[in-house]
């Protein structure tokens, strides 16, 4: 994405973020990784919201945020003196994620492919169904049948898809029994990534949907 200037440092922060696929604290990416990210690095990332990140104890939880998904989609550049094989083997693994093994694994983005459950539509459902993908996407999401899950993490497993066609989707699942769409009742909560993923819906704005209620 032109004009984030994004150091390889940076990107590599949101390959390490993409593998993991779920909110992961600062300490263990050090164990577990040799990963340090640094407060000018997660400020960086947060304020592009391309990593969600919260303060967890001394520590922090970060989480690849929807428009890092998004960004995954398109070329990062590891381009950092004295370690060029690091940043070919990094250029080399995420385009071929995104190039070829995205197309052969039946996913449609690379959210859906780093997803910890699978979130590709039913067989039984008629190929290409949208509504039938909002759906799955939601029961990875969702901790239970009915927990609320934001339109803010659900948005990034559709990014291939134009934002009209999504909303409509959601609009027509809205009309579904056991479906409820709604606002955040504390607004105060909200953050610019789920004011920008709300959908327009029975005059209000809308961050929240549960299935299953």
């Known amino acids: ?11 590599a922060i949101l390959v390490v973020l993409m593998a993991e696929a779920r ?9 577990r990784y040799g990963l340090v990210v640094r407060k000018p690095q997660r400020d960086k990332l947060t304020h592009l919201h391309y990593v969600a990140s919260r303060k967890s ?4 939880a970060l989480q690849l945020d929807d428009k890092g998904w998004v960004r995954m989609q398109s070329d990062l550049d590891f381009t950092l003196r004295g ?3 690091l940043g ?3 250029t080399a693994l995420q385009a071929h994620l995104r190039d070829r093994v995205l197309g052969r694994s039946g996913c449609a983005t690379l959210a859906e492919l780093f997803a910890l459950t699978d979130v590709r539509a039913p067989a039984a459902e008629p ?8 759906v799955s996407a939601y029961r990875a999401l969702a901790d239970e049948p009915g927990a609320w899950v934001s339109l803010r993490r659900l948005r990034p497993f559709l990014a291939d898809v134009p934002r009209d066609d999504v909303d409509e989707a959601l609009r027509r699942l809205s009309r579904s029994e056991g479906v409820t769409i709604a606002p955040e009742s504390n607004q105060k909560t909200l953050t610019e990534a789920d004011v920008a993923a709300a959908l327009r819906l029975g ?8 299935i299953g209620v």
């Open 23 to 31: 909110e992961v604290l600062s300490t263990e990416l050090r164990d």
């Open 127 to 134: 190929s290409g169904s949208l509504t039938a993908r909002v």
């Open 1 to 11: 994405m032109a004009g984030d200037d994004l150091t390889a440092s940076e990107s």
């Open 83 to 85: 370690a060029s094989a």
């Open 57 to 60: 104890g001394p520590t922090y």
């Open 88 to 90: 070919a083997a990094l």
């Open 203 to 210: 005059g209000q704005e809308n961050h929240l949907l549960a």
